[in-house]
């Protein structure tokens, strides 16, 4: 069964599962953004999201596409080329592990790896069990993760996305969880970090370098609790809109992080 | 009578303290809100200490530097307007902020380590280089007030489209410049602050020395140069000057509409009539509005916890006035020398356009590159993909004819050589809708955001028609509606922009063009439209010779100019709007075609329609090969690449005498 | 200066003016008016700078409505025809010509067949016929394949007129036609009109900023000042030094060349 896909989150757990991954969409950014699972360098690349070349696609002759409702207009002309499948991972309002695992599964049947999804989903679980362990002693800590946008705003992850949940998981608190909305992709000013109180600081990277050179010099940044207190931690890129793989990543750099 | 009862003076005072009155009190409540009890920080910082650092740090130089910025780009456009005698000329006007802007992008995708102070001298050079280009564009029309604006907004689109382009190919890393790229005034230190300053108060003084040079120019060059001035160098001099007050502005807080373009015209509203109080005036205009808008948008802030840019809010307000201020415009006198590029001899031209029609045809669907290289694909690969490649070209080239003949409809109706579709803001507000179509029903498929889209391009039109009645669809009314128009729904995306997320990017796929994902249906579609919509344009093609004997003979000649003004407005913005649906909003096609066509021979109304269609043809086949092949597998926006190969071109033929 | 045949069988007057003004920024620029131009005749339109005759004239072409009175063409106010009817009776050529961009000659004159034919009728025979008729009877048949822009300015001037007598109208309304010309020009392009008018009966009004100029080649002077007709009569009656003082506000005198038909006015 060769795969194609679209959309990061299945690529990601496509690769984990083992399937026979053809082909996929901006592996440039993928392999900076997302990082692992560590796609093959045969695998095609597609082109951007936003403007696929079905004519690669077409070459790699894939016998499914995987994709997600951000590319449901794609999909008529998708389907031309091979069966679509479309998995919605994330959703406003719920947390995306468990259509996460649900689509892992799902995808397991479909490429006849069902042994292999089911490993994915016990490894991702065990994963995030064994972090929990390390930052025990941090438990019912409060902490914002978030993405730098500039050296005046930043997005942050809410309950509703993978690092709230992951968060959740490994019995810290995120301090974002009541107030945010859908993944806190809206960004906000930085001065509403201090609304959040004491919380520790989890970075993100990328760091845009403006932000690197002006945060260490703000009197604003330096005075938050978090930076006061030296509780900044700095963890490597992660999918932010990610499936199994990304809660594995994430335990994992969290625990790195943390322990 | 009783409207001087007044004096000029006092009601300037009286404009001027109830401004400052408006910002003092709007900083006053943001800091009131800091430090209340019920404030959002009361909680975790009873003492009172984190409010203290945050008025201090945030919101005091926040203030500040909207009154600097204010100021900065209000003297920025007093003198830009007064060196082009252009009331509506602004830094955004100019193209200037979007330069500014794309060469900022450029840089932090390019050479993301530099930052700091070369980030203003890339956005100086940036903005630079596009007012050059759009007075370069409007040069040969003695930089007439509509000309350059409509030249500043094509130059403007340009760069936008390129600043799209780049954030999409780096995807989510320059997230940051969404936000930039609205004018966010938020603050954290009182560096920015402290560099505007050092900024503005030289350019303040200096323009003060240019106030003779300034009033003598507000007579015509040969009056100012008999009065023995450099007109040249002093022009040159105060633009440069104006130019490096924006980027200045731009590069610490980013692109901020519409203040510019008001100050000044404000200040003249109120009275000001020579340079010195117009000069005087605006920075102080300037200052008061971009600090009363920067509270406003701060209190819906901190109602809706969601940070809004307050460039991008200003330059919502651009639209309506521009549109106001184009309706005082007088009236320019018929200029009598031939227009744009003068016409080559008559030639046969039909054996070469269709040759080179079916040319580049036959190569974008035979054509294609694999591991082994670019080169012509073997029969049966051609046969699986001549299912992909022949609806997108078919979809290309009728777009390329639908704009090339909206264009030459365009430039016809307004004897304006710079007219182009792209300014009629037909398409921006389609894609506007599509956006909040986007936002708001983020899994809506492709029929239904077309349907919104095409929605929105009806609206649009609507409201350019309503806009361009009232001066009877007289050419550069009706091109400066469509600029009005254009900023406005620029403005609006922008503020959903700085929304980010996956919606962000599909919108920016969005903006440069949806050729890659036309199916055989859309192609028909297109095709069957172009038809259409190019036939009646040849049938009438008797108007538009008419239409371009100016104002009077054609009336004179029994043609009834509104209503035959009014149906080739509609089917401009018919055609525009089909075929930005697949194209995108820009391409210059529509721009450049009609110049060729002149160029090589054609010159009554239904050949220069024709061959400017086959040639928009032509050219969008072209591109659509090569934006295919350039960076396989990823695929730059088809409209976008013929744009680049075509803006040179265009600013030779344009400049050449 | 006999009278000649009333235009096509109508009526004596061409064109009237009832009480006819029309404002500018609220001030009248011609200040109700009454006129009567008789058709078949050359009528010329004479008066200081701002005093209204551009915008007299452009009220005769209806290129813009009177603020309050009435026009009539014919009998007939002229709001009431349709644009390409209207057209076929009156051709009008503004002071300010446009550039033809690159047009022939030949297609130049082809579009004053516009009111006959409209946006979608043929271009017939009959059509064809009137363009080469104009073509010849304005001089041009050797550059009739010629680009308009590169015609030198009598000859641009008279491409012009060619195209109005394509249009076959029977009533020609010229602001200005001869004021980039050179001297040699402008008797060329008045000489041709006035034969126009006296061949096929058509009426002309025409502007003129030279007095005697207008003496030579029309029939009757329409004077203007501050808006208001100041004097209408024959050449005759307007070349006395008493009217000429009246019309232009500088005293005048009048000599008799003895080697030209009519008197010649000059400022003392």
């Known amino acids: ?259 | 009578m009783t409207a001087d009862a007044i004096s000029p003076r006092r009601r300037m005072l009286a404009v001027c303290l109830f401004l400052a009155a408006l910002s003092v009190g709007l900083f006053g409540w943001s800091l009131a809100e800091v430090f209340s009890a019920d404030g959002a920080m009361a909680a975790m910082d009873p003492s009172g200490r984190f409010a203290a650092l945050v008025a201090l740090h945030s919101l005091a130089p926040r203030y500040v530097v909207g009154l600097l910025a204010g100021a900065a780009l209000g003297l920025a456009g007093a003198l830009l307007q007064s060196v082009l005698r252009n009331t509506l000329a602004d830094p955004s006007s100019l193209g200037v902020a979007a330069g500014a802007h794309l060469a900022i992008v450029a840089m932090t995708a390019f050479a993301p380590e530099l930052g700091g102070f070369p980030r203003e001298g890339v956005a100086f050079a940036g903005g630079l280089m596009a007012v050059l280009i759009v007075l370069g564009l409007s040069w040969r029309r003695a930089f007439e007030p509509a000309t350059v604006v409509v030249a500043g907004m094509m130059v403007g689109l340009l760069c936008a489209s390129l600043a799209a382009t780049l954030i999409l190919y780096s995807g989510q890393y320059l997230t940051s410049l969404f936000l930039w790229g609205g004018g966010s005034l938020a603050q954290q230190n009182w560096t920015p602050a402290v560099d505007l300053a050092v900024r503005f108060v030289p350019a303040f003084a200096v323009s003060m020395l240019f106030l003779r040079s300034l009033s003598l120019l507000t007579l015509d060059d040969q009056g100012a140069r008999a009065l023995g001035l450099s007109v040249a160098g002093t022009r040159l001099a105060i633009l440069v000057l104006a130019v490096a007050l924006s980027a200045a502005v731009v590069s610490q807080v980013g692109v901020i509409g519409f203040i510019g373009l008001a100050a000044p015209n404000l200040a003249r509203l109120m009275g000001a009539r020579t340079a010195r109080p117009v000069l005087l005036l605006s920075p102080l205009l300037g200052a008061l509005m971009l600090s009363v808008t920067d509270g406003i948008v701060q209190a819906i802030d901190r109602a809706s916890r969601f940070d809004m840019p307050t460039g991008a809010v200003t330059a919502l307000f651009a639209g309506p006035v521009l549109l106001w201020l184009s309706s005082r415009l007088r009236a320019a006198r018929p200029d009598l020398r031939a227009e744009g590029v003068a016409g080559a001899p008559r030639r046969r031209l039909w054996p070469v356009v269709l040759g080179g029609l079916a040319v580049s045809a036959a190569l974008a669907l035979l054509v294609g590159r694999s591991e082994s290289g670019i080169g012509f694909d073997s029969l049966s690969t051609i046969a699986t993909l001549l299912p992909w490649r022949a609806p997108r070209l078919v979809a290309a080239m009728a777009g390329g004819a639908m704009l090339a003949t909206a264009g030459c409809l365009l430039q016809r109706m307004t004897s304006n050589p710079l007219a182009s579709p792209e300014v009629l803001g037909v398409s921006s507000s389609a894609i506007l809708a599509m956006a909040i179509c986007v936002f708001a029903v983020p899994s809506m498929g492709l029929a239904g955001q077309m349907t919104a889209a095409t929605l929105g391009a009806m609206l649009g039109f609507a409201v350019l028609i309503a806009a361009a009645r009232r001066g009877a669809f007289e050419g550069n009314r009706m091109l400066l509606g469509g600029v009005a128009l254009g900023s406005f729904c620029g403005a609006a995306l922008t503020i959903l922009m700085t929304r980010g997320g996956m919606e962000a990017g599909m919108i920016l796929a969005w903006l440069t063009g949806a050729t890659a994902h036309v199916d055989p249906v859309i192609a028909g579609v297109t095709a069957v439209l172009a038809i259409l919509l190019i036939l009646p344009a040849l049938v009438l093609s008797r108007w538009l010779d008419l239409l371009a004997l100016g104002k009077e003979m054609p009336a004179a000649l029994g043609l009834a100019m509104t209503r035959a003004r009014l149906v080739l407005l509609a089917l401009a913005a018919l055609l525009t709007g089909a075929a930005a649906l697949t194209l995108g909003p820009v391409s210059f096609v529509g721009l450049m075609a009609p110049h060729i066509a002149r160029h090589v021979g054609a010159a009554d109304a239904r050949s220069l329609l024709a061959t400017s269609a086959a040639l928009g043809a032509l050219l969008m086949g072209v591109a659509d090969l090569a934006s295919r092949l350039a960076f396989y597998p990823y695929q730059m926006p088809i409209g976008l690449f013929a744009s680049l190969i075509g803006t040179p071109y265009l600013l030779y033929m344009l400049a050449r005498r | 200066m006999g009278t000649v045949e009333p235009a096509r069988g109508t009526g004596g007057a061409a064109f009237e003016l009832k009480g006819v003004t029309v404002r500018i920024e609220g001030r009248p620029v011609v200040d109700d008016v009454h006129l009567t131009l008789e058709g078949g005749r050359v009528h010329g339109l004479i008066g200081p700078n701002g005093s209204g005759k551009s915008t007299l004239i452009q009220l005769l072409a209806r290129q813009i409505p009177p603020h309050s009175g009435e026009v009539l063409f014919r009998g007939r106010p002229v709001a009431s025809l349709t644009a390409r009817a209207f057209a076929r009776e009156v051709a009008y050529l503004p002071q300010f010509s446009p550039s033809a961009d690159g047009l022939l000659v030949r297609e130049l004159v082809a579009l004053g067949r516009f009111p006959w034919h409209g946006a979608l009728g043929r271009f017939g025979p009959r059509d064809r016929a009137k363009v080469d008729e104009a073509i010849a009877r304005a001089g041009l048949l050797h550059m009739a394949a010629r680009r308009v822009d590169t015609l030198s300015g009598g000859e641009r001037q008279r491409a012009w007129l060619a195209m109005l007598l394509a249009q076959d109208a029977s009533c020609l309304l010229l602001d200005e036609p001869t004021s980039a010309l050179d001297l040699a020009h402008q008797m060329d392009v008045l000489a041709l009109v006035r034969d126009l008018s006296l061949e096929r009966a058509i009426t002309v009004v025409v502007i003129l900023h030279d007095i005697n100029l207008a003496a030579r080649h029309c029939d009757s002077i329409v004077a203007l000042g501050a808006g208001r007709v100041v004097f209408q009569g024959s050449v005759a009656q307007v070349m006395t030094a008493d009217v000429l003082q009246r019309i232009y506000a500088v005293p005048m005198g009048i000599t008799h060349p003895r080697d030209l038909g009519q008197p010649i006015g000059y400022p003392l």
């Open chain 1, 1 to 259: 069964m060769r795969v194609a896909a679209i959309d990061w989150a299945m690529l990601e757990t496509a690769l984990a599962i083992g399937a026979e991954v053809v082909a996929a969409a901006e592996l440039r950014l993928y392999r900076q953004m997302v990082v692992e699972p560590v796609p093959s360098p045969e695998i095609a690349d597609l082109g951007l999201r936003g403007s696929l070349n079905y004519e690669a696609l077409l070459r790699a002759a894939p016998d499914l596409i995987l994709s997600a409702p951000w590319y449901v207009k794609y999909e008529a002309n998708l389907n031309r080329i091979a069966p679509v499948r479309s998995f919605r991972i994330d959703q406003r309002g719920r947390s995306p592990y468990e259509p996460a695992v649900a689509a892992a599964r799902e995808l397991g049947r479909l490429t006849g790896r069902e042994e292999a999804a089911e490993d994915l989903v016990l490894a991702v679980a065990a994963e995030i069990d064994a972090q929990r362990e390390r930052v025990a002693l941090r438990r019912g800590e409060a902490f914002s993760i978030i993405n730098i946008g500039d050296p005046r705003h930043f997005r942050v992850f809410g309950a509703d996305s993978m690092h709230g949940h992951v968060l959740d998981r490994l019995g810290l608190r995120n301090a974002w969880a009541g107030q945010t909305r859908y993944s806190a992709q809206a960004p906000v000013d930085l001065v509403a970090l201090a609304s959040a109180g004491d919380a520790g600081i989890i970075i993100v990277r990328p760091i845009p370098f403006d932000a690197l050179r002006v945060l260490p010099e703000s009197p604003l940044w330096n005075a938050l609790p978090a930076v006061e207190q030296g509780r900044v931690h700095v963890i490597d890129p992660v999918n932010p809109f990610g499936g199994l793989p990304t809660a594995r990543r994430l335990a994992r750099l969290l625990g790195n992080a943390l322990a």
